[in-house]
């Protein structure tokens, strides 16, 4: 028998599940007071939802690192500016159609192009590579996610034939903001850049490490209010790691439960939004894509970065690439996922608009 405080939580899950909106107290409770057999209930609730909305098949999107470059100075970040002990490489055009190529004969119907802001790789070079991409694949999905650009550049990745566009808002609180990245860097500029991807019609993206130094939970509701008012169609979630020679490595990880627990509060709050297993998740936890998936998460990303590379994209220590975050192993991701009753759906995945 549950107490009668116990029904209070999986009636504030049932009617966040049935489209009410929250309080802040009620967010509040749902972000740290549950109980592990809540909390089972809220990730099974979530697991429903995704399930009415999309079905059991996990959508694939092939995942190109295109630079480990950066011109910014994340705090949290391996790939930061200034370290000095990062490794770097870049992508040329032509290794990127290749990837693009190698993930195509996979059976991938979406190419992600991920990267630091790396001044080489401009706004010309990358709406080329874009023009490039859609000429060779006119029905797959183009997805970049390359930093804050002007507000020209996205509409000329757009008119080249881009379709989506993932940029983490990272955290809405402007001071945690500033605490987790240079001066020059300013939360108000990366929430413009979201409004104004939304408004070039990009399938946009968003989302905010779990666990970041200094994250409180109060963060995490003002990420949630944040996401109301953005309404992405992607929201990416995963436990912050530290990554070696950056401020922050020292500090300790996100956890999973954490993680998770956002995955479904953000699925039953955007039951239509497009939520991935992130890599750092499954990085943090042997089973961390399973876990995500069984809270309501069905995207994966597989790796398809040339293998000599993909080592150097080190944004945290020990970056898995290998298994089923490998495009190379599909075999190994799809008897994983029918192990818990699902499958890989080689679909484009747009989001569902009804
Ligand atoms: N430069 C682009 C951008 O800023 O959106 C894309 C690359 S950036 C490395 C992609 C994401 O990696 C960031 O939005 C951040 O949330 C995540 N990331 C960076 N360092 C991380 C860390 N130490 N732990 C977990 N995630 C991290």
Redesign the pocket.
């Known amino acids: 028998m549950y107490e009668k405080e116990n029904y209070h939580h999986r009636e504030i899950i049932d009617r966040l599940a049935s489209g009410d909106k929250l309080n802040r107290e009620e967010w509040m409770i749902l972000l740290d007071s549950l109980d592990d057999n809540e909390r089972e209930y809220l990730h099974s609730k979530a697991a429903q939802t995704t399930i009415q909305n999309y079905g059991k098949g996990i959508f694939v999107r092939a995942l190109i690192e295109i630079s480990s470059y ?1 011109k910014n100075n ?1 705090k ?4 930061r500016c200034g370290n000095k002990n990062a490794q770097r490489y870049r992508l040329s055009k032509e290794e990127i159609l290749e990837c693009c190529k190698d993930g195509a004969e996979l059976g991938f119907n979406t190419f992600v192009m ?4 790396d001044p080489k790789q401009n706004d010309e070079w990358i709406t080329d590579v874009v023009k490039t991409i859609r000429a060779t694949y006119p029905d797959k999905a183009i997805t970049l ?3 804050e650009r002007s507000q020209e550049a996205y509409k000329a990745f757009k008119d080249a034939g881009a379709d989506r566009f ?3 808002h ?1 955290t809405r609180n402007d001071e945690h903001y500033a605490y987790l990245h240079p001066s020059n860097m300013s939360s108000e500029n990366r929430r413009d850049c979201l409004f104004t991807l939304k408004k070039l019609g990009f399938q946009t993206g968003s989302g905010m ?1 779990i666990g970041s130094p200094g994250q409180t939970v109060e963060h995490l509701y003002e990420d949630i209010r944040f996401l109301e008012e953005l309404e992405p169609q992607m929201i990416g979630v ?6 070696t020679n950056t401020p922050f490595e020292n500090c300790s990880p996100g956890t999973v439960e954490q993680t998770i627990l956002m995955v479904s509060l953000l699925r039953l709050r955007f039951p239509k939004a497009l939520l991935p297993a992130t890599t ?1 998740l499954a990085t943090l936890c042997p089973n961390g894509m399973e876990r995500a998936i069984l809270a309501g998460a069905n995207v994966v990303m597989p790796n398809v970065s040339p293998i000599e590379q993909r080592k150097k994209y080190s ?2 220590d020990n970056k898995k690439s290998t298994g089923a975050e490998s495009a190379q192993q599909m075999e190994q991701l799809e008897q994983r996922l029918n192990a818990i009753g699902y499958h890989i759906n080689y679909g484009r995945g747009d989001y569902k608009i009804n």
């Open positions: 950066c994340c949290y970040c391996g790939i991920q990267g630091g802001e996610s390359v930093g993932l940029l983490r990272e490490m995963g436990p912050f790691l530290p990554a750092a944004i945290y």
